[in-house]
């Protein structure tokens, strides 16, 4: 018996009920058609494997959205998704069988037929782009916006069907997507051949254990092609030689942004959160949704009276009728939302979007779902630390001095090893001690195919965590990439991993000449060496390979300063920035006699040296100078050959870039020492016309990295300038508080204010004299 569409006698074949994935009218009419219709079973598109799967539906701790994950055994990293909302019509069909006790059957191309996971580089898995049925049939309307004639036509809609009955709208549904598939075939989407004739086999076969009485839901594009007489064997031609993969299927959590079409997902709507709210609303939804746009909008201290939620309400039915709709859709509720309640801006309307038109919330599965081990030891840790994984990006400050807050460190950075990056570190906004990390944390349901990817390393995020590092150990081509790796070891607590990566890291650093290879090495090595006591795991061997490393880097830079073109100069720049900040680490962790003496030495020759690029001799003297080994007179003296007009302009301005570019203060200095100003001010007015346009952008960068307040103090003393009739030497005394030694009593007195701000393990006693 040939299948029939919503509207035909009861006593027909299968009810064909052709849906919008995702759709709310869609949903509310699938809804009331199997009221009417009552079948004896029901049939969703979705992948068979997943039949097993489907009395979690109605567990009480599955909350949408949610979707079926599938991915391939042998590589997880090939997955494919079925998502669906509280909204979704698949979803409500599950739910209504489940509640009546009826058989449900997913019917479509099994998982380990989708080309997704079986063929992903086959034609098919490219995704190719048809047409759109909804945007067609939108344009024949004379709509330029398939959502909103999808609204009009469709939401706006009773679920009743109006006088010809629940089962209308399908049937004139069918009747538009049969034109659209005799227009334009199978729509620029080939492969609809062979996942259609699989789901006229197994209706067939449905037909077979459950009977005539079945109603299919299934996107509305297949209803024709699953109304077309065509033969058993004809169909199972069409499935013969596919490949196939052996894949496991789970539920797992989904997200209202990864329904949102703008995420990529091609089936998906641009605005889930709004189409969840009118499927929700009992009646009156305008008045709803401005109701709960005023609570948010509340929410974050701004003000909205009930006057306020009044007007958008009537402002939005005047802009429906005035566009000729039938009643209020998205556009002009978001009208009336920025004119009235964000009186027209649009920074409270990006928050209206994100928390309500899409939304945020993380659907949530039970724990008798299937998952990898590795997803199981995760799932424990994550209630274990109250470490909640949510859709919505949130910051987490840890202060690792704290059992579960360190757990939670750990936790993260062993995630990270393993290429789940639920949590990205972020510069804090408190201390920058060791004890204290700052994260931001964002969920994604990607994150379950990254976890299942990394089971093949353990079934535990300790034991795969230390796998994949040795592994990762065994195979670093660099030394940077062994001494990072130590740095994430300690993070993430392996130490028993440590003694491979010394192995590892002793044999490159012996057989590595490269002094910028040395160089890009020794900033991880002596950033790890802080973890120590907070972590408690023991960094003796890291120090001494640390300590070889920085002093054959004191040897070999000087002479990989000289000749340098720009971008090798910058480079360097970059590497003498990360070794002094390794000495300075070195020099407090470890016993490294005379290592800050011989790199002071470093400094110097840098500074002093006439083939060292002009970047790196300005970075000289600014660290110098900032480490006490220079004072400002002699600042002046190493400054004032390389702004003489016998030097090209462009190396004097890589000279102030290196000084005063990328260093903390660095225009704060000329303000309090005019003498330099003084300096740079004359050789800026002696610059050659022709040669002022090329020095300019090195000088724009070197400055942009100062404060504004201390841009505008420079400008105003350069615009004072020298009194009348005199050089700047003659004018322009040196800076102020800037003298030669150290005025012990002025510096005892912030000693308060210190153990006020750093807390615990300040010096209490004043230091005056030392």
């Known amino acids: 018996m040939t299948p029939r569409s919503g509207g035909t006698a009861p006593s027909g074949g299968p009810l064909l009920l ?28 979705g992948p068979p494997e997943g039949d097993a799967l489907l009395p979690l539906a109605a567990h009480p701790r599955m909350r949408p959205p949610v979707a079926l994950l599938a991915h391939a055994v042998d590589d997880p990293g090939r997955a494919a998704f079925w998502p669906m909302a509280h909204f979704s019509p698949e979803w409500v069909a599950i739910r209504w069988a489940s509640s009546h006790g009826i058989p449900v059957r997913f019917v479509d191309l099994p998982a380990a037929q989708s080309p997704a996971l079986a063929d992903p580089e086959g034609d098919a898995a490219g995704g190719g782009r048809g047409i759109d049925p909804i945007g067609v049939l939108a344009g024949a309307a004379g709509y330029d916006d398939p959502e909103r004639w999808w609204e009009d036509a469709v939401e706006h809609r009773g679920a009743d069907g109006g006088p010809a009955g629940p089962l209308a709208p399908f049937a004139t549904l069918a009747e538009a997507m049969t034109a659209l598939r005799e227009a334009y075939g199978d ?54 030689g596919l490949p196939r993969v052996r894949v496991e299927l789970t539920w797992v959590p989904w ?44 929410d974050t201290d701004r003000t909205v009276s009930p006057a306020d939620v009044i007007e958008a309400v009537r402002l939005a039915g005047t802009l429906a009728a005035l566009r000729g709709r039938p009643a209020v859709g998205l556009t002009e509720a978001t009208d009336a939302v920025r004119a009235v309640l964000c009186e027209g801006s649009d920074v409270p309307l990006a928050l209206v979007r994100d928390r309500l038109v899409v939304g945020e919330a993380l659907g949530e599965v039970p724990e008798t779902a299937p998952a990898v081990p590795l997803q199981r030891d995760l799932d424990r840790q994550q209630r274990t630390l109250r470490l909640r994984p949510e859709a919505a990006r949130r910051e987490l400050e840890l202060d690792l001095r704290k059992d579960t807050d360190a757990a939670r460190s750990r936790l993260l950075h062993r ?23 700052s994260w931001r944390l964002h969920w994604e349901p990607e994150l379950f195919v990254r976890t299942a990817e990394a089971g093949v390393w353990g079934t535990t995020v300790l034991g795969a965590a230390t796998a994949r590092a040795e592994a990762d150990a065994v195979a670093a081509s660099s030394l940077a990439g062994v001494t990072a790796l130590a740095e994430r070891c300690l993070l993430a607590g392996l130490s028993e991993v440590l003694p491979v990566v010394m192995r590892a890291l002793a044999d490159r650093a012996a057989l590595d000449a490269d002094v910028g290879h040395l160089a890009d090495a020794l900033p991880a090595l002596a950033r790890s060496l802080r973890y120590g006591d907070v972590r408690a795991t023991d960094t003796a061997a890291l120090g001494e390979v640390a300590v070889g490393l920085a002093e054959r880097v004191c040897v070999g ?43 002071t030495g470093v400094l110097r020759r840098l500074a002093a040296g006439d083939t060292v690029a002009g970047v790196i ?8 100078l900032d480490g006490g080994h220079l004072a400002p007179g002699e600042t002046a003296r190493l400054m004032e050959p ?4 016998g030097t090209a302009p462009a190396d004097g301005a890589a000279w102030i870039e290196g000084f005063i570019g990328g260093a903390t203060g660095g225009g704060l200095l000329l303000v309090h020492d005019e003498r330099l100003l003084a300096l740079v001010d004359t050789w800026l007015t002696d610059i050659p016309s022709a040669a002022f346009d090329d020095v300019l952008p090195l000088l724009r960068r070197s400055f942009s990295v100062c404060e504004p307040g201390v841009r505008r103090a420079l400008g105003e003393l350069v615009r004072r300038g020298p009194g009348p009739g005199a050089t700047p030497e003659e004018s322009v005394p040196a800076a102020p508080g800037f003298g030669e030694g150290l005025d012990g009593e002025r510096a005892d007195a912030v000693l308060p204010v210190l153990r006020l701000l750093l807390g615990p393990g300040t010096p209490a006693e004043p230091r005056t004299g030392r």
């Open 187 to 240: 729509g620029g989407h080939p492969y609809d051949a062979v996942r259609e004739a699989c789901m006229r086999l197994r209706l067939r076969a449905a037909r077979k254990e459950f009977g005539e009485h079945i109603a299919v839901v299934c996107g509305a594009w297949h209803v024709p092609a699953l109304h077309t007489r065509t033969t058993v064997a004809a169909d199972r031609a069409l499935l013969k």
């Open 557 to 599: 830079l000087p002479p990989a300063c000289t000749g340098l073109d720009a971008d090798a100069a910058a480079e360097a720049h970059r590497r003498v920035d990360g070794v002094h900040t390794a000495v300075g680490l070195l020099t407090g962790a470890v016993r490294a006699d005379g290592l800050p003496e011989r790199w």
């Open 18 to 45: 052709g849906v919008r994935h995702h759709g709310p009218g869609s949903a509310r009419a699938v809804l009331a058609a199997l009221d009417h219709a009552r079948p004896d079973a029901v049939l969703v598109e």
């Open 415 to 437: 995630l990270r090893l393993l290429g789940v990056h639920w949590g990205e570190p972020i510069a804090g906004r408190g201390s920058t001690g060791t004890f204290r990390e």
């Open 255 to 298: 997200t209202p942004q990864r329904l949102a079409r703008h995420s990529g997902y091609g089936a998906g709507i641009e605005s889930p959160g709004w189409y969840g709210h009118l499927f929700d609303a009992p009646d009156r939804p305008v008045e709803r949704w401005m109701t709960k746009v005023a609570g948010l909008l509340r």
């Open 642 to 645: 390389v702004l003489s007009p």
């Open 617 to 624: 001799r300005g970075r000289a003297a600014r660290l110098l």
